[in-house]
């Protein structure tokens, strides 16, 4: 018996790959969920440029995310904090949602500001909440209440997944020799240790085989000790000096409140309700409990309460006044980015790197997986036929003739 059948894996990504096409959304408008991010990559979706399309993988935990929202929408539902039931939407076969009694309370709610030219859906909205102390002692929590209580207030629901999965690299020197090096001749670099299988039939990217020990000599950092290991790197085996090898924590546990594009996405739905506060809500993807922690019923989630601030809002409309200033025109906005290699997550995973920084990605080898994977080849500069959606041509040719 196969324990991995290739076929029908690559059976299923074409089928994600099928299904991620035929919904593609017309992209005229600022989506809501990208208003915190970089001013050039949503002139590039506004202007028609190519995105790099996304993984199988990547696309199948963004669907695993997405159950993940309906599992607690359905839970805020069933608490009474929402008002609104889940029902199987024939016409677009998807879990989708209705109102029930509460005409301002409910889940995915449309957004849409045809002045701005923003549209997006909200996770949900609650019923009037009163803040209330729950055990154990000190923490606080909510309850409904009637709508007259004046210590009673709607929020705006965001729901988030985020990873749990630790992360682990390494910094060496691709050198494994014995006698002394300075670092400067041969400079430290991130590397991407495969994975092996233990002794304990674990599968592992870790350094295994320690050789011996060797100076290194640095300007900055004076000389030091560092170990050698006999590694595997892309399937060869090779020996590196080890500068430092780290794990870090995971996003989950590094989150010490709402995320700055989050807080971007929840102050343009919160303006669009009217309302003043948010509930986060953060579920832990691949998070691992710990065994000292003595708190086996408490699932992975963080909820952080959020007071909109309305000079957020006012500098959200001028973004976008700034934004469409330019793609009115046919031109890109600024790039929030003058470099693609700093500290920062946003350039490293945008799907338009490659139109916007081509020098950073190897385009024939991504070109080469892509008509590998029966995907259509990358276009550059603009040119993608958007999607119209039926129930918004009209309101589009009305704002933005074409």
Known sequence: MSICNSGAVLQIARQIHETQAAGSRDNRYVRGSSIGYCCRMIGYSLLGYQPMPTGSYSQLVFDVGQSAHDIIQKRLCDMGWIKGEPFWNLEREILDWRQTDDEKSGCELEVLNHELRVLGHLDGITVPLKRVATEPEGTGGYEPASGDDPEAERFLVEIKTISGRRSAWTLAIRDGGRRPLPEEQKPAELVKLDWVETGGGKIQRRLQHFEHARVV????????????????????????????DSQSESPFAQLRGPKREHIAQATLYASEHGLKSVLFIYIGKEVVADDEEDQPYVPPIKVYEHQVDPIDVVMLHEKLRRIYERTDDGDLPDRDYSDPDEAHAECRYCRFKWQCWPGTIDLARRAEQLAAAGLAPLVPGPGVTHTPCDDLTAEYAVQRPE
């Open 217 to 244: 000599t640095s300007a900055k950092f004076g000389s030091s000790m560092k170990p050698v290991f006999r590694v595997r790197i892309g399937g060869q085996e090779e020996m590196v000096t080890l500068v430092m």
